[in-house]
């Protein structure tokens, strides 16, 4: 039997949020193991002056714990 953890992480893109989401994917997967999911949970953006600067992907991480 497995058991999943979830940890909820914000990446952060100058052009989209598809990229935001495999940024916050790729630094995840630098110190965690077994990644085996994410859930996108809502989007947004930073905006100065007026003009989106950033897209910013809120996800929920899914990995198999290993105690």
Known sequence: MSV?????LIGESPDSWEEACKNALALAAKSI??????????????????K???FRANIKLAFKYEP
């Open 4 to 8: 999943v953890k979830v940890i909820e």
């Open 52 to 54: 989106v600067i950033a």
């Open 33 to 50: 193991r077994n990644i085996v999911g994410i859930d996108v949970d809502h989007f947004t953006c930073k905006v100065t002056d007026n």
